[in-house]
C-alpha cells in the first residue's frame, strides 16, 4: 500500500511553444508542422509522427519537431525513444526548460526519481519561473518521500511505482491536451490563457526582434496596492508578537513596493547581510541579476495578498503569501515565503522560497 | 524584449520547503521531556566506543536533526543520506528522509508526516527518535559510578546496566574491582514497560541477573536477530515474590529492521545486531552481571567504597561466627524472614544446630565475592561467591547466593542458597 499522493502526480508534459525563438522557418513548413500538431492532439499519433518524420528528414535539427516526436513518442509508451529524444533536445539547446521537465516526467514514470529531480533542477535553472517543473519536481520529492516513508514503515514499496505510472500517464493525455494551444501565426507567442506560467523562454533575443503580444486588458491599476493592514491574520495573540507582526508586514509592503517601483537599491536594501542568494551564488552576482530584472521592465507592478505569519522567535518570523507579479510581458502569481529577521530595528529577508 | 519572470527566479532549483514547519519538527523533538532545549553535544568526541564503525548511525542521525533545526535542510538531507547508505534498515533514518524530502513540497507540522499511515508504527518511530535524542543529549556523570556495583569480583570481566527509561544498556569494564564506563547502546524494552510479573505480560523484569547462556543465531528464528543470551529471570528474590515467566532475553533485530522502537518486545532486551556482536565478546557465560534498572543512581566512587566494606564486613562477620561454631552468633546473621529453598528460617535454624552439635571444627573460606545492590531497593544487596567449607566431619565447595536485607543499621541474610 502506498500513502502518497492524495493528488495524483500531477507531472505536466510541457507544451514547447517554439515558434517565438527558433526563428526563421518557412511558411509551407509551419503548416506542416500545425499539421502533424494537430494530429497529435487529435490522439492520432501514428499518423502525426509520420508528419513530424517527414519534417525531420528536411531539417533534421529542427527543435520543434524533435520535441513534438517526442511527445508523440511519449503518447506511444515508447518511453526510451522518447527519453532519447528529450535528452538530446537538452544537449542541443540546454537553455530551454521543457526538453529537461519531460526528460524527467519519463524518468519518474520509470521510478528512477533521482534523475527526474536531476532533470528538473535543470530545467529550473534554466528558467527559474518555469512552474510545472516547480510543480513536478515538489511531486517528485512527494514521491521520493514517500518511498521513504514505505522504507521506514516497512510497506510493500511495489504498489507505490505502479501508482505513480497510472497517475501520470493519466496526467499526460489531459495536460497535453489542453496545455498546448494552437498558435494562430506564427512568431507569436502563446496566447495568454493557455499557461501562463510555461512562459516561452530565455535565449535573449534582440529587443527589436520580438514583439511581445500583450493582450493589453490587463488591469493595470487594479494590480496591487498594499493590502490594508486588517487583511492580516495574525497567527499570535501576544502583543509583542503583534508588534513584530505589523513591522514585519510594513516591511513586505516596503519591499513590494520598492520592486513595483524599479528601486534598485531600495529593494535590495531589504535584504540581510547573510541573506542567502537562490543559487548560492555571491551577493553581488545575485545582485547584479536583481538589478537587470527590477531595472529593466517598463512597468512592475507587485503584490502582497494573504500574508501569514509565523514567528519563530522574536528575531525570526516569516510570512507566507500570494505573490501577484505583473509587468508588461508577464503576469505571474505564486506563493511565496519571506523568512525576516530582525538586525537591530529592522526586519531584513534573510531568505526567499518560493512553492506552495 | 521579454520580461524576465520573477516569481520563481528567488531560490530556483532549489524549491524550499515552508521552514517554519520543519523547524517544527525539531522543536518538537527537542521538547521532549528531560530533554530541555538543551544543546546537543559531541558526543562523539568522548563516547569511546569499541570497534567503532565508520558511521555512528544514532549520532549521525541526531546530527540530522539538529541540521533541521538549524534550518539545514540539505545538509540533513546529506546526513541522513550517509546514515542510510551504511544502514540501510534505518527505519527511524528512512523516516526523517521522508519528511525531509516531503517537506519541499508541502509544510510539514511534525515528525513522521507521512500521509495516510497507519499510527502505530509512525508512533513507535517517534518514540525511538525521543529516545534516541533524550540519550544522545544525555550528560553520563563522568565522575561518578552506578549504586548498583558494589563489587565486582576478579572473574567479572563486565558488568550490563540496563536504565529502561533511558533506552540504554551500560557496559562497565573492570578494572581491578572499579567499574568504568566503557560504553552504552539503544536498547528495546517490553511493549508494556517493566516489572514483569508473570508469563506473557510482556515486561522487563528489573533485578540482579546474569548471562545463563549463548544461543548461536543459526539455532534462532530471525527474530532475534544475531544471537540471544538469556539471563537468569526469575531469580531466587523474583521467586520469593511469586513472579513468574521465564526466557528474559538479551537479542538481537530481526534482519529486516536496523532498531526496533523503545517497547516492543516480549519482555527481552534488544539491540541492534550489530550491538548485540560487539556485546557478545563481553559475555562470559554464568559470569556477566545484568542489572535491570528504572534509573541508575549515580554516586561518588567514595559511596561505593564505603557500601562495599560496611557489606564487607557483615559478610565477613557472618564467616567468621560461621567457623567460630557459636551458633547463636551464627544464627543471628539471618534475618526473620529467611528462606532458603522450601526451608523457613526455623527449620533452617534447627538443622544447623543440629549439625553444628556433630562437628568439632570448621573451616570457610571466601572466594570471589561480588556484591550488587538490587535496583529500586537500597535495603537489598545480593552477594555470591565461592565458598571453601571444610569441617572434622564433612567438606565441600560451591557457589552461593545470598540476599541480604538492611534491617535499621544492620544486614541480615534473607535468603541463601547455592548458585
Given amino acids: ?356 | 524584449m521579454l520580461a524576465l519572470p520573477d516569481l520563481h527566479s528567488v531560490n530556483a532549483g532549489k524549491p524550499r520547503p515552508l521552514i517554519t514547519a520543519v523547524i517544527t519538527i525539531a522543536l518538537l523533538l527537542w521538547a521532549t521531556p528531560g530533554t530541555g532545549a538543551q544543546e546537543v553535544r559531541s558526543k562523539n568526541a568522548t563516547k569511546t566506543q569499541p570497534n567503532t564503525p565508520v558511521v555512528e548511525p544514532e549520532s549521525a542521525l541526531v546530527k540530522t536533526l539538529v541540521e533541521i533545526r538549524n534550518n539545514r535542510l540539505d545538509e540533513a538531507l546529506i546526513e541522513v543520506n550517509t546514515v542510510l547508505a551504511s544502514y540501510p534498515n534505518f527505519r527511524l533514518a528512512h523516516l526523517i528522509k521522508g519528511d525531509l524530502l516531503l517537506s519541499r513540497s508541502r509544510p510539514l507540522k511534525e515528525l513522521g508526516e507521512a500521509p495516510n499511515a497507519p499510527r502505530e508504527p509512525v508512533e513507535d518511530l517517534r518514540e525511538e527518535a525521543h529516545a534516541r535524542l533524550a540519550r544522545y543529549n544525555r550528560e553520563r556523570p563522568t565522575d561518578r559510578v552506578p549504586k548498583f556495583l558494589v563489587k565486582l569480583n576478579a572473574e567479572q570481566k563486565h558488568a550490563l546496566i540496563v536504565d529502561t527509561r533511558q533506552s540504554t544498556l551500560y557496559v562497565f569494564e573492570n578494572r581491578n574491582g572499579e567499574p568504568y564506563y566503557l560504553t552504552d547502546y539503544y536498547v528495546t524494552i517490553g511493549k508494556n514497560g517493566v516489572d514483569k510479573h508473570k508469563e506473557g505480560d510482556k515486561r522487563t523484569p528489573l533485578g540482579v541477573y546474569h548471562v545463563t547462556s549463548n544461543l548461536p543465531r543459526a539455532k534462532l528464528p530471525d527474530l532475534y536477530g544475531s544471537g540471544a543470551y538469556p539471563i537468569s529471570y526469575p531469580n531466587e528474590f523474583d521467586k520469593r515474590e511469586g513472579r513468574g515467566g521465564k526466557g528474559i532475553w538479551l537479542h538481537g533485530t530481526p534482519s529486516a529492521t536496523y532498531s526496533r522502537p523503545p517497547r516492543a518486545s516480549d519482555g527481552c532486551v534488544a539491540l541492534t545486531n550489530q550491538d548485540l556482536d560487539i556485546l557478545g565478546k563481553s559475555l562470559q557465560i554464568g559470569i556477566t552481571p545484568v542489572i535491570i534498572s528504572e534509573g541508575i543512581e549515580w554516586v561518588k566512587p567514595e559511596a561505593v567504597t564505603a557500601l562495599r566494606k560496611e557489606l564487607l564486613t557483615e559478610v565477613e562477620a557472618w564467616r567468621k561466627d560461621w567457623a567460630s561454631l557459636n551458633i547463636d552468633a551464627y544464627l543471628q546473621h539471618y534475618a526473620p524472614g529467611f528462606t532458603s529453598g522450601s526451608q523457613s528460617l526455623d527449620e533452617w535454624k534447627q538443622q544447623k544446630r543440629s549439625l553444628n552439635a556433630s562437628k568439632t571444627w570448621i573451616k570457610v573460606g571466601l572466594k570471589n565475592v561480588s556484591v550488587f545492590l538490587y535496583p529500586g531497593r537500597n535495603d537489598l544487596a545480593v552477594v555470591a561467591f565461592e565458598q571453601n567449607y571444610s569441617s572434622s566431619n564433612l567438606s565441600n565447595q560451591m557457589r552461593k547466593r545470598q540476599y541480604w536485607l538492611r534491617e535499621k543499621a544492620s544486614w541480615r541474610i534473607l535468603y541463601e542458597g547455592s548458585a
Wanted: net charge positive; glycine share 6%.
Fill in chain 1, 1 to 356: 500500500m502506498t500513502f502518497m499522493p492524495s493528488r495524483p502526480l500531477s507531472v505536466q508534459i510541457a507544451a514547447l511553444l517554439a515558434a517565438l525563438f527558433f526563428g526563421s522557418v518557412c511558411n509551407a513548413q509551419n503548416d506542416e508542422f500545425q499539421e502533424a500538431q494537430k494530429l497529435f492532439r487529435g490522439g492520432q499519433y501514428a499518423q502525426a509522427l509520420e508528419r513530424v518524420d517527414v519534417l525531420l528528414k528536411s531539417s533534421p535539427k529542427d527543435a520543434r519537431s524533435r520535441f513534438l516526436k517526442g511527445l508523440i513518442l511519449t503518447e506511444q509508451n515508447k518511453t526510451a525513444e522518447a527519453i532519447r529524444i528529450f535528452s538530446a533536445l537538452t544537449e542541443d539547446y540546454p537553455e530551454l526548460p521543457e526538453p529537461y521537465n519531460n526528460l524527467a516526467v519519463l524518468y519518474a514514470q520509470q521510478g528512477q526519481y533521482d534523475k527526474a529531480r536531476n532533470a528538473l533542477d535543470l530545467s529550473i535553472r534554466t528558467h527559474p519561473s518555469y512552474a510545472t517543473a516547480h510543480e513536478n519536481l515538489g511531486d517528485i520529492y512527494a514521491k521520493m518521500a514517500s518511498q521513504a516513508y514505505d522504507k521506514a514503515l516497512q510497506l510493500d514499496k511495489g504498489n507505490a511505482g505502479a501508482q505513480t505510472k497510472l497517475g501520470l500517464i493519466k496526467e499526460l493525455f489531459s495536460s497535453s491536451g489542453k496545455g498546448v494551444k494552437p498558435s494562430a501565426t506564427k512568431g507569436e507567442p502563446v496566447e495568454k490563457g493557455a499557461t501562463v506560467l510555461t512562459a516561452p523562454v530565455a535565449k535573449p533575443a534582440p529587443a527589436a526582434a520580438v514583439t511581445p503580444q500583450t493582450p493589453p486588458s490587463a488591469p493595470a491599476a487594479a494590480a496591487s496596492p498594499p493590502a490594508p493592514a486588517k487583511a492580516v491574520e495574525p497567527v499570535t495573540t501576544k502583543p509583542a508578537a503583534d508588534q513584530s507582526s505589523a513591522e514585519v508586514l510594513k516591511t513586505v509592503y516596503g519591499w513590494a513596493q520598492a520592486w513595483s517601483n524599479n528601486d534598485v537599491s531600495s529593494y535590495l536594501a531589504y535584504y540581510a547581510k547573510d541573506f542567502r542568494t537562490p543559487q548560492g551564488e555571491s551577493r553581488s552576482e545575485w545582485e547584479a541579476s536583481r538589478k537587470v530584472r527590477i531595472a529593466k521592465p517598463k512597468k512592475i507592478e507587485v503584490g502582497v495578498e494573504q500574508p501569514k505569519i509565523s514567528v519563530t522567535d522574536a528575531k525570526r518570523i516569516s510570512v507566507t503569501f500570494r505573490q501577484n507579479y505583473n509587468s508588461p510581458n508577464l503576469k505571474v502569481t505564486g506563493m511565496k515565503t519571506l523568512v525576516m529577521v530582525k538586525n537591530g530595528d529592522r526586519w531584513q529577508i534573510q531568505q526567499e522560497l518560493v512553492g506552495s
